[in-house]
């Protein structure tokens, strides 16, 4: 392949990288994507052609003004943010250049501008494919760099880079050799200084509203009557690992990662009211203080790695004591839930949560009493039907304290109802009263706020909460994969003593733990997922402290290790001691002269340098000798394809075969006529 048309293919190829990273950040979508591709490869085809078919001025000029009047309306008027209009400028710069290409310039600067592209796609996407491309661009990166170079070399001097304008170009050349090793070095230098440039988290860029996809689904209310078939989405949302050395966090009983509260109904909607909110201030150990342990249960702690879910609520396991954050303000409102001003944001935090136990320690025996004023907006209810209290009643009859009445009726609905996704209406009852009396079945929302209604219609304060339920146990990275079809709602009730206490009707979970099972190609891909995630992009300055401080204390450790070794020796004789030495001296002379040099003495002098030299000249030109070819047999057949040749090869030849067979020194005239003969191959074509 000739020299300028692997420039050209790399260039092109490096413009695609971008655009992939482009498309795999979302910044492209599918249509744009092709609408790019298409005018790539109609660029290419105007270049190879361009030479015998000169393209008209005039439609070019048309073509140019009309993509850029495009451009401007996109840029001020038809682009979301800020950035998607940046980035679509800075497509059409790249097309422009490679459309009126006129020289090397031109090529070079459509590859320094596509490395734009992968800054604008690093900013915003969070996909371990990413690293793939980044590899790919280096590659193409550094081979257009040196490809440029030598071009730029032969067209200044006729006589330079000879090999690379006859054709040296291709995989088996020395030119893709050297690019793969630069490649190799710059990308092992990348990795060393990312591990050494200090970094406080994750920067985000200004001009776009959000950092990658928001996902839908999570929504700020619940709403009971929306008929039809659920959809189930199999997104991870959430991964939560355990840092500390907790044994078998898997089998963690009550495991649910709470969101949103809501505390007004309205006979079909939960939606929360008036909300009083306290900005939290970071205390000098970086965290978040939420609240005081009460020696309730036991004490975990959780890294989670939570992707936009369409709301400002960060999601914790009840009850979270302390939180942290890098960067960023957190906020606390009166019904316990986790906010963050910036919720289009991926977050990675850390919570310590302090788990409920069964049944809840400090309960105090008796029925509900008269509610306090902040209890009252949890006993609030709309107009019901007659037969929805007696029916709690009814159930509840006979217990003895309000929480023996909540797990009556948390008992009656998980037993006596069905969890399903296909919900149709049947009558034309309320959806609540139709659910309970008719058709008994319905999914985690129904099951949710019929247990807060009949527990606030026995005068016991309750609240229906939205989040996420456990999730998948990933064995291989060793968290909980939480996913978009993992949503959940449950009830929190309010009783003397215990306090808030979670309640959960639905039998949601055994359904779908018989229903689905471990898929093990998407566990491991999901474990690659959250390493990228843990140890790329949220990799930050506390890390690097970290790492530093283990290597620290691995290097007390071995000199420690070496100190005792040390006091060890000095209780040895020095006889044993000087007797070793000794030995293990004689050995390695032993093997040092019956080693690679006695070898080389028993298969006689190896080859001269200066016939080494005309050798790999010649392999450069394409010639290689054969393993049985003599040195006159090959002298004769590349004679014979290139007459050139033959006169310095010829005396190189003779010179070789003194040095080699003839057991001689190179004198010094001969010297002189070696350096001629190679200079001569060196230099013919």
């Excluded at 490395?115 to 550094?142: D, E, K, P, R, Y």
């Excluded at 939570?306 to 609520?313: E, K, Y």
């Excluded at 929190?492 to 206490?501: I, K, P, R």
């Amino acid at each position: 392949m000739r020299a300028l048309l692997a420039l050209r293919l790399i260039t092109y190829l490096l413009v695609c990288a971008g655009v992939g990273a482009l498309a795999l950040a979302g910044l492209l979508a599918p249509l744009g994507t092709a609408i790019v591709a298409l005018a790539l490869l109609g660029n290419w085809c105007i270049d190879q052609v361009r030479e015998r078919l000169p393209v008209r001025p005039t439609l070019g000029w048309a073509l140019i003004v009309t993509a850029a009047i495009a451009i401007v309306l996109d840029l001020f008027y038809l682009a979301q943010t800020i950035l998607d209009g940046m980035v679509h400028l800075l497509l059409f710069l790249i097309l422009l250049r490679l459309f009126r290409r006129r020289s090397l310039k031109d090529l070079r600067d459509a590859g320094f501008l596509s490395f734009f592209m992968l800054v604008a796609a690093s900013a915003v996407t969070f996909n371990v494919s990413f690293l793939f491309v980044f590899i790919a661009f280096l590659i193409l990166g550094t081979w257009m760099l040196i490809l440029h170079h030598l071009v730029s070399e032969a067209s200044l001097s006729a006589g330079a880079s000879p090999e690379v304008a006859a054709g040296g170009i291709g995989p088996r050349s020395p030119l893709f050799r050297v690019s793969l090793v630069a490649a190799a070095g710059t990308f092992a230098l990348a990795g060393m200084m990312f591990f050494i440039i200090p970094r406080v988290g994750q920067a985000t860029l200004p001009f776009r509203a959000e950092l990658g996809r928001r996902i839908s689904g999570f929504t700020d209310h619940v709403e009971l009557g929306a008929y039809g078939e659920i959809e189930t989405d199999t997104t991870v949302v959430m991964r939560v690992r355990f840092p500390d050395d907790l044994k078998d966090p898997e089998r963690l009983p009550n495991l649910r990662w709470r969101g949103l509260v809501f505390d007004s109904f309205d006979g079909r909607v939960w939606t929360a009211g008036e909300r009083q909110r306290l900005l939290l201030r970071r205390e000098a150990t970086g965290e978040f203080a939420i609240a005081a342990p009460r020696g309730t249960g036991p004490i975990v702690r959780q890294e989670i790695f939570l992707d936009p879910i369409g709301t400002d609520a960060v999601c914790v396991a009840p009850r979270a004591l302390r939180v942290e954050l890098r960067g960023g303000a957190l906020g606390l409102d009166d019904m316990g839930s986790v906010t963050v001003p910036t919720p289009s944001a991926r977050l990675q935090y850390t919570v310590d949560s302090e788990l409920e136990m069964s049944p809840p320690r400090g309960l105090r025996e008796g029925g509900p009493r008269a509610a306090t004023a902040a209890q009252a907006r949890y006993l609030q209810l709309p107009p019901l039907a007659e037969r929805i209290p007696a029916l709690a009643r009814e159930v509840t009859a006979g217990s003895r304290s309000s929480y023996e009445a909540a797990l009556k009726l948390n008992h009656y609905l998980s037993t006596q109802f069905k969890y399903t996704l296909v919900i149709k209406q049947q009558s034309e009852l309320e959806p609540l009263e139709e659910f309970l009396f008719v058709r008994r079945s319905g999914n985690c929302e129904y099951f949710a706020a019929s247990l807060a209604v009949m527990l606030r219609s026995l005068g016991i304060p309750a609240r229906v909460v939205a989040g996420f339920q456990r999730g998948e146990w990933n064995p291989y990275g060793r968290y909980f994969m939480v996913r978009l079809k993992d949503a959940h709602s449950w009830v929190e009730a309010y009783f003397d003593g215990a306090g808030w206490v979670s309640l959960d009707p639905s039998p949601r979970a055994e359904l779908e733990s018989a229903q689905f099972g471990p898929n093990l190609f998407a566990l491991h891909l999901d474990a690659l997922r959250m390493r990228w995630y843990r140890y790329v992009v949220n990799w930050s300055l506390r890390d690097q402290i970290g790492v530093a401080a283990s290597a620290q204390r691995e290097v007390m450790h071995w000199s420690a290790w070496l100190k005792e070794s040390r006091e060890s020796l000095r209780s040895v004789p020095r006889a044993v001691v000087v007797v070793s030495a000794v030995a293990v001296l004689a050995l390695l002379v032993v093997l040092w002269r019956g080693g690679p040099s006695a070898a080389g003495h028993a298969r006689g002098p190896g080859s001269p340098r200066f016939y080494l030299q005309a050798l790999r000249a010649l392999r450069r030109r394409g010639f290689r000798r054969g393993a049985g070819e003599t040195a006159r047999e090959f002298r004769q057949r590349v004679a014979a394809e290139v007459p050139a040749f033959a006169e310095p090869l010829q005396r190189l030849t003779a010179v070789y075969e003194g040095c080699r067979f003839g057991g001689r020194a190179l004198g010094p005239d001969e010297g002189a006529l070696v350096e001629a003969a190679l200079a001569e191959l060196r230099r013919r074509r």
